[in-house]
Every structure is written in C-alpha cells, then in structure tokens.
C-alpha cells in the first residue's frame, strides 16, 4: 500500500514537472567557431587545405613558444641544424650552453633523447598530415572537376612525399602515414621508399608545367627534380638522370644572373628557383608567423641597430678555405685546409662573401662586418650566415621584429633550386659513367653564373654587388674591398674520379650552409673521412668542438627519437625500432 | 558605509511590524533570556508556538511579547544553542538556554535538500566559517587548506590567483574535471567565480563526498561536491557586523640563501666551467673574457661593458644608453631583494546589515573591500563586492532572490605563475649577480650584449605595472516557494552567472636586455554567461514510526563563452591612456592578429530522491538522476543514482547503559556520479587555423598570405567517464559531547576515464596549430583511502577552555587498467613546457602523473668507473651516472622510469583553540606527507640552463677529484648531459605549517552594553609562521599555474613565495 501510493506520487510529480522539460534541440549544439567537415567538403574548402600543407613546407607555424614541440629550429625548412651544423661547414654559433641539444649534435653526440630529433620528427609528420588531410578531404567534398581534382591529388601527393623524403634523409627507416592509416603506432620495418616514389610519379603523371604565376606551387619540374634527388640518395642514378634531362629541356628554368638573387627576398620568384617555402612578413599573422621562423636565430649577435639576439650557425674554417682558389686557374684547390685563408696571398671564389660575414668585408648594405658582431669569437667564430641575412634596406618591410628577435624575414627558403638540378645532373653523368664533358659543361654554368657578381661596399641597396669584369682566358679576377677574388673554368674531366672531386666541390661551395651538406657526405658515403680529418684541424680552433666524439658510420643515421619509440608501444612492445648502433 | 536614514528605515519597519501585533494582542508576557555562563543573550528570537508572533532579545538579554488570545507556550532559539519552549504561564518569563548538545543537530544541506548531520548517511565535512575566515584570503578556496579531511588544497601566493581544490585525490584527466562542483544557494558557480564570493558572506560549507550524496549531483560530480549555503537575515531587530583586518606580508622563505651572491663567486664559477672544459683562457675580445677577466688567473674587471672593443676595466667615456651600457659589476646584485618587498599590506573591511521580522520578511546586505599588495614588487589585487538576498512571504509563497555583484582588479606576476620562462619573473634565477639593476648612468642595467637572456625583473615589473586586469561577476538567483496539500513543498529556482573579464597588456622594449622584447598591444575580453532553470517538488510526512521525504527535481543549464582578443603595435606614443586597439594610435601595418571564439554546453538533467527513516534509528536513501549533456552528441544521456543507509546504534536498547557514547552511528553509501569535462565539440572533426598558423604565401608576395585550413580537432566519440563509490563511515560522540569523531573509509573508482592520449608524431599534431588529439574512454582509476576527524572541546574550569581539532586523510592512488582495445601499458602526460623532455608519464598498476626520468646513481669517480658505464651517454669522469633500471647492461632511454610521485599518502590539519576568560588564542597547523616535488628551478640554478644565476650548490659542492662526495657533477661548460630529467631534481615536499596563529580578546559587555555594542572583538595574528619542511625550493606548498591542471601537479618552476602575515583585525557588532 506505502509503496503503491509512493508510486503514484511520483508519477504526479513527474507528470507536473514534465511540463518543464526542453526542446530536443536545446541539447544539440554545432561547434563555435569552427568549420565541421561538411562545411569545407566542396572545392574552396579542399583548396584551403592544401595551402595549410604548402603552409608547413618551413616545418614551423604558429608564434607560439611553450608548446610541446619546443622552438622552430629544430624543425627549420632549411635544414640548417641537420645538413649543416652537423657537418664541416659550420658550427652551432653563439655561445656555450645555449641551446644544448644543437651542441651536442654539433659534437656528434647523436643521442635519441635529444630532444631535437623528436622535434623534426614530429614536424614532418605534420606536414604529411596536413597533406592527408587534403586527400581525405577531397574524397568527400562534391562539385570538383577530374582535372582539378587530379591536380589537388597530385600537388597534395608530391608534399606528402617532400616531408617523407625530408625523413628518409635523416632516419631512413620510418613509417609511411597516408591517408587510411588510423592507428599511428606503426612499425618502421619496411622500406618506404617504394612509397615515396609512387607518390612522385603520380605527381609527375599531373602536375602542370611551371607557368609565370605558379610561385609557390608544386610543379611538374618540381617533381622530378625531387624524386631524381631521392633516386641519387639510394644511388640509383640512370632513374635520376633521365628525369633531370627532362627538367632541364623544359626550358622552363635558368640560373639568375646574380647568385645573391637567390637569397635576397625581393627577387626570389625567379627562373632559378624550383620549389621554395615562401617566407612572408607582416601580413597580419601574430609576429609574422609566416616568416621563415626556423631561421629566425641565425642572425647577427650585435648588428648595430638589432636586438641583441642570437647568432647561431656560423661558418667554419674549413669552409672558409674551401673557397680559396688556386692563384694561376681560379679553382677549388685540392690541399685547401693545409693553411688558413690568408688575405694577403689567397685567392677566393666570390661565391663566400654571399654565404658567409668576415671581419672588415661589407655585410650586404649594413656596412662593414667587425669582428665585435660576433657573440663568441672563442667558441664559433665570426662568419655569420648571409643567405638568411635580410637587407638593412629591407628592415622592417621584409622583415619583422618578433619577440626577443628583429630576425623573422621574408626571405624564402629555398628548397630545390636550378644550380641544384645541374649539379644532380652532372653528377648524374659521372656516376653512370655518362657524358663528362656535359657534366663539365653543367658544372661551369655554375661557376661562370658564380663570377658575375660580388658583394659591393655595402653602404647602400645600390652596392650590395659589384659586377665583375668580364672573363680573360676563362678567368675572372678582381679586387674588391681587399680580397683577392679569382675564379676559373674547369678544363674538360680527365676521367670519372676527377670529374667527381670537381663535382663535389662545387656542390659544396654552390650549395654552402644550405642544409645539403650532411646528406651530400652520407650518400656518397664519404662522412665518416671528411668529418674526422675536418674535427682534427678544426677543433682546436674553435671551443664548440671541444669533448666531441669521431663521427663513425652508425651516426649517418640519425637515431630515432626515444620518445616516439616510447609513444609506439602495443602492450608494451614498441612497433618503431631504433636504428642500429644507437 | 550603509546610509544612516537606510537603517532608521529599517527600524521603522521593524517596529511597525511589532506594532501592529501589539494591536490584536491579549496578553503582554515579558522576560529575559541568558546563557549557561548567566550572561545576557542577546538576539535570541522570542516566537509564540502556533503563532506568527516573534520578537527579539535585547542587548541586556530582556523581551517584551504579546501573546495572541489562547496561546501560552513561547518558543526560544538563538544559533548555538538547543530550541526550548516555556509556558507563559506568568507575566516575566525567564530561561537558561542551553549549548547544543553536538554538532550532530546541525543542519547540512545535501544537495536538493537539507538533513539534520544526525540523519545523514553520507560522508559529508561541515566546515566552520568561523575558522575559516582566520585566513586572510580574498577567497574562501583559499581559507579551505587543511580544514576537512579528505580536501587538498593549492593556490599560488600571487594576489588574487586562482586555488585548485581536490577532493579525495586526483581521478579524472580531463580539464575542470579535477575541480569539485560548487553549488551556491542551488547555483552552480564556475570555478573562476569562486574568488568572488565574499567569504565573510558564507553561512555554512559542507564537502559532499561520498557518492550517495553527490549523486543527487550526477553529472559532473565525480570530484566531490561543496556546498555554500550563504548568509540570510535572520528575524529580529537589524544587526551590523563590522570585520576589518590590516596585515603585512613578507617571503616566509626566499632563494637569496641558495644563490651566489657576489660577482667574485660567480666569475669563479664560470672560469672552472670553463677551465674544466679546456676552453680557458678565452679569446681577450670574447664577451665571456671581458666579463669574467682575462688571462690565466683571471680578475673580475669593475665594470662590464657591452660596446665591442672597450676594455673591461674602464669607464667608457661615451656612454650613450642602452647602446653603451655601462655597468659596475661588483660587488654584486641580490636581484631577490630588487623584485620582492616586505611588509607588503594586506587588509579587508566588510559590513553586513541583517534582519527580518516574525511574519517572513527577512534581509541581509552587505559590502566588502578587500585589497592586498603583491610582496613581488609593482603587483596587486583589489575586490570589491557588494551583495543583498531578501525573502518574503507572500499570499502562501516564500519569494526571494540574491545577488552578489563582485569587481576585481590586479597586476600580476608579468607572465603568469609556475611558468618556466618567467622563473620568478625571469629577475631571481636567471640573472647573473654580476648584473646591477641600474647603470652607473642611473638607467637599468641588463643583459645588453651577452649575459643569457635574463630580464631585469625590477624592470619588467614596472613596466607592467599599468597592465591592469580586471573583471566583474554577476552572479545570483530568484525564486519561489509554496507549501500546499499539507506536505508538499514546490520550489522553482532560475539562476544566473555572468563573468565578465578584460585584460590588456602592453609590452614595452626591454632596452638594456640581451633579447629586448618587441612592444606592443593586446587587450582581450571574454565573457561567460550561464544559467539553471530548476523546479523541484517534494513530499515530506511521518506516519507512525516512518519519516518520508520525496524529491523530485528537474533542471536545464546553459553555460557559454566568448572571447575576443586584439592587437596592435607601432605605438606613435607610449603612454597608457594611448594603449588602445586603434589604429589612429599605432601602426596600422602592424596588423596585428584579431581573433575570437566561443563554446557552449547544454544541460538538462532529473532527478528524484527518496529519504526514508524508520524510528529514527534506521536510515535510508537513495538518489536516481538521468542526466544529458550536449557534450556527448548523439549519446548524451546517462543514469547515475546512488543509495545510502546509517544505523543510529547508540538509539538501541542495549546501548542505554553506555553513558560514555553519547552518539554512535554507522553509515554505508555506495553510488555513481559521472564527468562530461570535455570540449563540448570533441565529437566533431573540425577544421580551422589561422593567419600565423595555416596561411601561406603561396602567391610569393612577400607580404600577405592565402586562407588555409587544417584539421584541429580529430572527433572521436567517448561516452561519460563513470564514477563508482563506496563509502563506510562511522559517527560517535563520546564523554558527554566531548569528544566528537568520524571515520571514512572510501573505494573511489572511475570507469571510461576520459584522456586526451598523446600520440606517435605520426598521427601529425605538432607545435603550434596543433591537432587537439581525440578522446578516449581509457581505462581505470582507483582511489582508496581513510579519513579520520577528531573534535575534543573541554573545560578546565569556567575560565579556561580548550578544544582540539585533528583531520588526517590518507589516500592511495592507482591506475588500475588501461585501455586493452588499444593495447596501452603507460601515457605521457601532455608536461608543461620542459626543456629536458616529458617529465610526467602514468604508468598501468601505478599512480597518476608520476614523475619520469633516469635515477641518479652517483658520479663516475674514476676512468675504470667510466669503462664500466654501459655506454652511457656523455660518461666521463665527475659527471651523473644513471642506473641500469632494466637491468640490459645498457643505459639508454628504456632505463628512464618512475623517479617520483606527486601524490600525497597523507594530508592532515591540526587545529588548537584555548581560551580564558575574555582571551582566546587559536593556532592551526596543515600539512602533507609522502609527495614528491620535481623541482625543476635547479635546470637553471644547478645546470647550465641559461646563462642565469647559479646556486652555492654549484659552486660548492660539484665534483673535483678532491670532492669525490659532491652532490653535482664536475664544473663543465660543455656539460650537455647532467641536466636531464633524473632523480637529483626529486625531492620530498613534505611539510607542516603554522597557517594560522591567533590571539583575540573580546571586550567585556559592561563596557560595550552603553555603547549599544553587543560584540567586539580584536586580535592579533599571524599566518603562516613557519614551515617544517626538507623541500629546498621556497615553498613546499606549490601554486598552480595560472589555471589548476589535472595532467601534471608538482613541479616547482619558480613558485610564487607564500607570504609569511603579520596582521590585527577586529570584529564589531551592534
């Protein structure tokens, strides 16, 4: 009876406060501000995706600090701590304890909790999602023509496969992520170069032409020239070659008449460059975000005028005499680091003063480096990048104080240029014991593009470069702010091993602390030797090097990141296994 | 101050109120009421029994009543003591009231209704807020530290900062889901309004904390309820409470003891880290040379200089600011004393006005100003807040409302606390003593050229000293009530919370700085707006031996947010009253980034509930709740209920003859509460990005960028994280109400537990415009644990009397099971910045969030040490070496593990309250045991983290071959390996503190009676006194960042100092 009436009693209250109760939709909610998916599944939604994918080609976006991932040069487009830093060419810069992780690399104390290489790995990955992204949404949206949506698949295909080869360089061994993987705990147990190959050729296959107005975007030269570098990574050089024939009969690309051209961001969308991240400056992204900010700490310690900041990646010795030339034919000489450069009897390639500052030499328009630009003489020196130095005509409208640095710039990062296609294709000739004598002649295109210009006074926008007079006898020579400047042709190769001593060189000096040189010395499978004699002259030299252990063959991987092992484990067994020797 | 006129109003009405009742009266009876001590008690209310008559006493304890014809019986109640009637049988009645018996009869509001403490069956803390209010603290958070067992408490010592409270242990992952629900007057406040409650406004704080009594809460209940009943007028003749405090503070500790001090010490230091490492002498024209000297015996120059090529011995004779910085660099910069101050004040005023006449009109205003200065320099906090409630009856319905308008304003700790780059405002640890705060020319010196990246902190303090933040909350309730059909009672309730908070910071270049700071403006303003619709019905009866009480609830919630944020530089003119986002005022090319955004959460919830009496001796409840939650689209419902029974013992037979148990109960709840604290759209795979974030130029234009878009957040569908609890508990009162206790002994377990799990690289979030990972119901999580509260008050004679109060809580906790679908053994806690790796990971059969990282296995003495390194890493001679943990004869990553763990085992309070005659004197202690710090402040103190300040530590007791028992590795500037996560950052933050110590003297009434004054109170006090503790850093009980966080807790990266108070107050009522 109690409980009958208890039952009641409910139901009335029930029944009473039932006239309360909401509408169904009072629980449904659409997200604020943000795009569902359906939203975007059309051709402008699917487009936008895309250039968020081209937006990660610098590894970096965002001008947020304290975030998981850290700092944006670990992840630089330019890869100027993993193909450069860690070579001969230069050093981390700025002084000891600052940015511990770049040191030890620099000393070749490769260690998976370096929390450097968790960074770039996971920056690649990103990339590669965002490309995914595009894919998986272009297999929803409606309303998109076959050729426009080829074309989507086929750019979004060629950066999926950018970041991938940007990864294989340095670990080889990782997962390939497309757009149906769902569970991200993947094993690195099989070679995923077949894959980024396959994605290469489907871009070829539909990818347009470079035209006037392609800029930034994937292209069908871009393309091949990239998977002919990732063919002459694992030495397949026929593959390479026929590819870099057909970029350069394309007739769509030529060298710029002024090497500095390259790097100067005014004059960036030129023949010369393939593919590059456009790098931008105060357009309305917080502190310039999408400025090149991976090389925002390589600017110059005390440049009267900027913060104060950084000074990171300079120079080398070694490198500096690598751009000495023999006195009588202007070419590299073979016993370069015997001596210093000695500017009272040495000869250099003009080609230095574009790459890096030296003490009393004209630094672009900001007037004369000095020595007291430097942060740390004793530890790295004073040979300051140049091809990441904006214009001091520039400051402030390509480029843009951001935080503690005046560095961020629009200066695009280059990452295949023209001079590189030739250089490929030359080695290519030499390597299938081809055509050296077209190899000779693409490697004094280089040179003969190299003896035109050279860094002027400086003291204006106007005098940044002070052409050269024009060759006697296949030689330039001049004097210019008091360097002795000689550079000459190479006669024709002798043979195979000359042609490739010749090569190497000028891949060298063309493509000096562009981020090249380490994945230059591993595949040709030379680091091992040219790193340690390097180590043993250089050392004493500069304090960076000091406690540094002998590159042996293991470290031409990189290990894998301890971390990301840790982050793979099924029932605890991890699917990414490290790479041998770590 | 309220208006004179206001209060002669009041009075009027009071009296007109007695008037007319006189007019019908019959009878006048008058008398007068005193306490067990003789005393007079003032009023106490005066009501005839089955009437609406009531009056008051007066100060000299005498009434005056007319009794309606054919009443005689007079009802007697003042707070404090047991109701008693008398007849009035004569014209002067006069009683002795009587203490209540036990906290027993007190009456505890549980959610949607209110219980007698001796009828509950839960585990439920009643907290008294006349304890509370000891704590000077804007917040009642802040005042809650060690009061009731099983509630642990943290906040910042920054003004006005947040306070994250936790409720038998950590359980939940998700953000907010760690914080308790709070319920206010039957609104739920969001966790950022509860600063803005006037603790002197608080009436009563009850925990709910076992699930029988927070299930009537369901949804979001998992961490426990509070609930803050507040201050309501109360019948009788207006009264005025004055409370007024005036305290200074200063650092209980501070890190000057453990930092070099001088500019010879530190120059030292840096030539062995050097010299150690080959790499002296330097070059004379490095900077390192020209400041710490030159040469083989290197002497410290007297000035240091930026310009290149000036010697560091000489004044340079152009000096020309900042380019040319001139700097005298001995004997050396305490920067502890150039950013901190003593004897910072603190102080609060408050005033209510209260009261209400017999026939249901009751009131209650009050006004409270509240302010304290930072002891960080240039910093404050100021609140003002205002409230009012009324209530009354009207043609059968009680109507009534509350309102609290609060506004606050402060300057905080430029940057926000516990952030890492800010290490205490980036002036203590990472500045060099070599550094002076001003430049021999009188402008601030700094790291110009060379000195790490310091900041000067005094500098940056202010130049923030006008970044003022502000905010103002509206929070409050209106709603009705009638009684009908003899036992039914329907209430309907529509509350409202609106938050409305500015900020705007202005960012001026740090000259003298090695890495100035670009300047600029932001301002940003976000709003919250939530609201609860409620009705309730319920049916209460006693029939027989039975005492039913039915509830029936309904409820809907709306919770939104927007936010916009602005920004400009290129300022024509700095000065503040130009710091707008205009961009007449700056460059307009800046174009700086505007965004905004948004999120709402709906609600709607039922709810009934049944408590069930049998004799009073058997009782029995139980809850049944749906809740729906738009978090969860297309899955959004879900049960949850709870039951709870209690045996009074002690009303048996066969207890009559133990005199000595006063009361004994036993009390058993189980039940299931649930946490939808996640992002509202987690369902949803969402696109977005941003100008800086997925723009690009692909056109090559230099400068501008297209429209991008990305994936920001992967949908994933989750159901509620559940929440099983069980509970025993027992009550006694023991030795003639002396002794009062309680014992809990609690199973929490959560189900699904809801986790955001980081992920490979793979799956492609990444730095900024980072993929928000999925969510993922996860597995287990358990917390067991026992508390213990113990109350003895006593007599020793009519003038002295003492009580002693203990709480301890110890809790275990425990993942007990991960994921199996996913094959999860352990995650990594998404850590707070690190710059050494993750530092916090959870590991399967161990407790949440335990620190990670390689231990510490002493230094490698000698090369046959170093042989035998197993390969790791940097091993050389002097340096760490890290233990083989896997026992694989290699060290490498797979050796890092649990090197600590942040969880108490016991946190306890102990308070102790003595007085004599007119004396009191109060002194309460709190504390934890068994939880670990990672006291990450020694990255830049014991290491080569920046180029800062360095410890004693360092310099005194690192390895040399003739200090072979050092604590740190061998002085080494090419050190890249000892500062990595490990086992030397660890260290035990257990602690016991002085919190409050009180002495009071209360003024006697033959004075105070011709002032009209019924109370007046003044003491003397001081907060925490001192600190037992064996933590190194300066303050074991470490803050939160600027918002609590459920995903990590316990790493010290340069915590806001707690101030050590010197205070008087005094408390006035008339």
């Known amino acids: 009876m109690f409980v009958n009436k208890l039952t009641k009693l409910t139901a009335a209250i029930l029944i009473g406060l039932a006239v309360f109760s909401c509408k169904k939709s009072f629980l449904e909610r659409l997200p604020e501000a943000s795009f569902t998916e359906g939203l975007l599944a059309n051709e402008k939604g699917v487009n936008a995706t895309l250039i968020a994918a081209y937006g990660a080609l610098d590894g970096w976006a965002d001008n947020g600090w304290n975030n998981a991932a850290g700092n944006p040069w670990p992840v630089a487009g330019s890869n100027w701590i993993w193909g450069s830093v860690t070579t001969d060419d230069a050093t981390p810069g700025s002084e000891p304890n600052d940015q511990h992780p770049i040191e030890d690399l620099n000393r070749y104390l490769y260690q998976p909790d370096n929390t450097y290489f968790r960074a770039k790995y996971q920056a690649i990955y990103w990339g590669i999602n965002r490309a995914n992204v595009t894919l998986k949404l272009l297999a929803k949206a409606a309303g998109i023509s ?227 630009w430097a942060r740390n003489v004793g530890y790295t020196g004073f040979f300051n990048p140049k091809k990441t130095a904006f214009h001091k005509s520039q400051y402030k409208t390509l480029s843009t104080a951001s935080g503690w640095s005046d560095w961020p710039n629009a200066i695009d990062i280059s990452l295949i240029r023209y001079s590189d296609v030739l250089l490929m294709a030359a080695e290519c000739e030499i390597e299938t014991n081809g055509d050296l004598t077209k190899a000779n002649g693409f490697i004094n295109d280089i040179r003969k593009r190299a003896w035109k210009f050279v860094q002027g006074e400086g003291t204006s926008e106007v005098t940044i470069s002070h052409a050269l007079p024009a060759p006697v006898a296949g030689i330039v020579a001049d004097v210019v702010n008091g360097t002795k400047y000689r550079i000459g042709l190479y006669p024709a190769f002798a043979n195979q091993a000359e042609a490739r001593n010749a090569l190497r060189f000028e891949r060298r000096l063309e493509l000096a602390m562009e981020g090249y040189r380490y994945f230059d010395l591993v595949r040709w499978k030379v680091a091992t030797t040219v790193l340690n004699a390097f180590l043993a002259v250089e050392t004493p030299k500069f304090g960076c090097f000091a406690g540094h252990e002998q590159f042996t063959d293991t470290k031409m991987l990189y290990p894998l990141p301890a971390v990301e092992i840790q982050l793979s484990k099924i029932n605890g067994e991890a699917q990414l296994k490290q790479n041998p020797g770590y | 101050m ?93 009683i002795t009231m009587k203490p209540q018996s036990s906290s027993l009869n007190e009456v505890v509001v549980t959610g949607y209704t209110a219980q007698r403490k001796k009828d509950l069956t839960g585990a439920v803390s009643v907290i008294k807020t006349s304890e509370l209010t000891k704590v000077a603290s804007p917040s009642f958070l802040g005042q809650l530290e060690g009061r009731a067992a099983g509630v642990q408490t943290t906040s910042s010592g920054s003004p006005g900062s947040a306070v994250s409270v936790r409720i038998r242990g950590n359980s939940s992952f998700t953000e907010g889901s760690g914080d308790p629900l709070v319920i206010v007057d039957g609104v739920q406040l969001r966790s950022a309004f509860l600063n803005q409650i006037n603790p002197n406004d608080i009436e009563s704080i009850q925990v709910l904390k076992d699930a029988a009594t927070t299930a009537s809460y369901g949804i979001g209940a998992n961490a426990g309820v509070i609930i803050i009943t507040t201050k309501k007028g109360k019948v009788g003749a207006p009264r005025v409470d004055v409370s007024s405090y005036y305290g200074l503070q200063t650092a209980g500790k501070t890190y000057e003891d453990q930092l070099l001090k001088t500019s010879a010490e530190y120059a030292d230091l840096m030539y062995q880290s050097y010299n150690n490492a080959g790499q002296w002498p330097l070059a004379a024209t490095t900077n390192i040379a020209k400041t710490y000297g030159v040469g083989a015996a290197p002497v410290l120059p007297q000035y240091v200089n930026p310009l290149p090529g000036v010697a560091g011995g000489t004044i340079n004779t152009t000096y020309n600011y900042p380019d040319n910085l001139v700097m005298k660099a001995s004997p050396g910069t305490n920067w502890w004393d150039a950013v901190f101050r003593t004897n910072a004040a603190i102080s609060e005023q408050n005033v209510s006005v209260s009261g209400g ?118 929070f409050g309730n209106v709603f009705a009530e009638v009684k009908f059909l003899d036992h039914f009672t329907a209430r309907i309730l529509y509350g409202i919370s609106h938050g409305w908070n500015f900020g705007k910071n202005y960012t001026y270049r740090d000259v003298e700085s090695n890495e100035p700071t670009t300047p600029g403006f932001t301002e940003n303003t976000n709003r919250y707006l939530n609201w609860i619709f409620s009705q309730q019905v319920t049916y209460s009866n006693k029939f027989g031996n039975h ?165 920001t957040s992967a949908g994933h569908p989750v159901v509620w994280e559940k929440q099983k609890q069980a509970n025993i508990g027992l009550d006694a009162v023991f030795f003639k109400n002396r002794l009062d206790a309680s014992i809990d002994v609690y199973d929490r377990r959560n189900k699904d537990f809801l986790f955001q799990v980081v992920l490979p690289a793979t799956f492609g979030a990444f730095g900024g415009g980072a993929i928000a990972y999925p969510y993922e119901n996860l597995g287990r999580i358990s917390n067991k644990g026992i508390e213990l509260t113990l109350n003895w008050k006593s007599n020793i004679s009519t003038d002295w009397k003492y009580e002693v109060g203990v709480n301890l809580t110890s809790n275990k906790n425990k993942v007990d099971l991960l994921a199996p679908q996913l094959g999860l053994t352990d995650f990594f806690n998404p850590t707070p910045e690190s710059r050494i790796g993750p530092l916090v990971r959870t590991y399967m059969g161990s407790p949440m969030s335990t620190f990670y990282g390689y231990t510490e296995d002493g230094i490698f003495q000698n090369a046959t040490e170093v042989a035998g390194s197993l390969g790791q890493a940097g091993a050389a001679i002097g340096r760490f070496r890290w233990k083989d943990i896997n026992g694989d004869k290699k060290i490498d990553d797979n050796d890092k593990g649990i090197i600590g763990d942040p969880n108490p085992s016991l946190i306890f309070g102990l308070n102790i309250g003595v007085s004599y005659k007119s004396f009191d004197f109060t002194m309460f202690l709190q504390g934890t045991q068994g939880n670990d710090i990672f006291n990450y402040t020694k990255y830049f103190t014991d290491f080569y983290g920046f180029s800062g300040n360095r410890s004693n530590r360092m310099l005194y007791q690192s390895w040399t071959p003739t200090r072979t028992n050092a604590i740190l590795p061998k002085l080494d500037i090419n050190d890249g390996f000892s500062y990595q996560p490990s086992s030397y950052y660890i260290e035990d933050g257990s602690y016991i503190r002085a919190k409050v110590v009180q002495l009071g003297y209360r003024f006697p009434m033959s004075l105070l009676s011709k002032a009209k004054i019924t109370n007046a109170r003044i003491y003397i006090q001081g907060q925490n006194l001192f600190t037992i503790t064996k933590y190194q850093g300066i303050d074991p009980a470490l803050g939160t960042r600027n918002n609590a966080t459920e995903q990590w807790t316990g790493i010290d990266y340069g915590n806001y100092p707690t101030a050590r108070v010197l205070m008087i107050g005094l408390n006035l009522s008339f």
């Open chain 1, 146 to 372: 076959t050729a426009n949506a080829d074309q989507i698949t086929a750019e979004a295909k060629f950066l999926r496969a950018y970041f991938h080869f940007d990864g294989y360089k340095m670990w080889k061994n990782i997962p390939y992520i497309d757009e149906t993987v769902t569970d991200y705990r993947q094993k690195n147990d099989v070679d995923i170069f077949p894959k980024i190959e396959a994605d290469l050729q489907a871009a070829i296959a539909k990818l347009p032409e470079k035209t006037s107005n392609s800029s930034g975007r994937a292209t069908k030269g871009a393309a091949q020239a990239l998977l002919a570098r990732a063919y002459m990574f694992i030495g397949k050089y026929a593959e390479a070659k026929s590819l870099l024939n057909s970029v350069i009969t394309s007739n769509k690309y030529s060298l710029v008449d002024n090497y500095h051209d390259n790097f100067d961001a005014s004059k960036q969308n030129n023949n010369e460059i393939v593919l590059s991240y456009k790098a931008s400056v105060n357009d309305g992204a917080g502190e310039s975000a999408n400025g090149n900010w991976g090389d925002r700490l390589l600017g110059v310690h005390n440049m009267p005028g900027l913060s104060g900041c950084c000074g990171f990646h300079t120079a080398t010795y070694n490198l500096l005499n690598a751009f000495k030339t023999d006195p009588v034919t202007g070419l590299p000489m073979a016993n370069f680091n015997a001596a210093d450069y000695n500017a009272a009897t040495d000869f250099l390639d003009p080609r230095v003063d574009w790459t890096f500052a030296r003490p009393g030499i004209p630094f672009l328009d900001w007037g004369k480096a000095e020595s007291g």
């Open chain 2, 547 to 711: 005492d039913v009480k039915l509830t029936a609830v309904h409820e809907a919630k709306l919770n939104s947010f927007r936010n916009t944020s602005a920004g400009l530089s290129g300022y024509f003119i700095e000065l503040p009253s130009l710091f707008y986002v205009n961009t007449g005022l700056g460059d307009p090319a800046s174009r700086a980034v505007n965004t905004s955004g948004g999120k709402n959460n709906a609600k709607e919830s039922w709810l009934g509930r049944l408590e069930y009496a049998f004799k009073g001796k058997y009782l029995l409840n139980g809850t049944a709740r749906y809740d729906q939650s738009s978090n969860f689209a297309g899955k959004n419902g879900q049960l949850f209920g709870g039951v709870g029974a209690a045996w009074r013992i002690s009303d048996e037979g066969f207890m009559r003859g133990t005199s000595w148990i006063n009361d004994l109960k036993l009390r058993a709840a189980y039940g299931v509460t649930g946490n939808d604290a996640i992002d509202p759209n987690s369902n949803y795979t969402l696109y977005g990005g941003g100008a800086g974030s997925t723009f690009y130029d692909i056109n090559g234009t230099n400068t501008s960028a297209v429209n991008g878009y990305t994936v």
């Open chain 2, 357 to 474: 006449d017999a026939t249901g009109g009751r009131y209650f205003f009050s006004a409270n100003y509240f302010t304290q200065d930072g002891i960080m320099k240039y910093t404050d906090y100021n609140k003002y807040s205002v409230r009012g409630n009324t209530e009354f009856k009207v043609k059968g319905f009680t109507l009534g409302e509350n309102l609290t308008v609060a506004f606050d304003n402060a300057v905080g700790q430029p940057g926000g606390n516990q952030v890492e780059q800010n290490a205490i405002t980036e002036g203590v640890l990472k500045m060099q003593p070599i550094i002076p705060i001003y430049d021999e020319g009188g402008n601030w010196g700094g790291t110009k050229a060379g000195f790490g990246n310091g900041k000067n902190g005094l500098a940056k303090l202010f130049r923030n000293k006008d970044n003022r933040g502000e905010s103002m909350n509206l």
């Open chain 2, 2 to 94: 309220l208006a004179k006129s206001t209060l002669m109003r009041l009075f009027m009405a009071a009296g007109l109120f007695l008037f007319s009742n006189i007019l019908f009266a019959q009878k006048t009876v008058k008398g007068s009421v005193s306490g067990p001590d003789g005393k007079p008690v003032f009023g106490a209310t005066v009501s005839v029994k089955g009437s609406n008559v009531a009056t008051t006493t007066s100060a000299d304890g005498t009434f005056s009543i007319a009794l309606p014809r054919g009443a005689n019986v007079l009802v007697f109640s003042y707070v404090g003591y047991e109701v008693s009637e008398a007849n009035a049988t004569s014209d002067n009645v006069s």
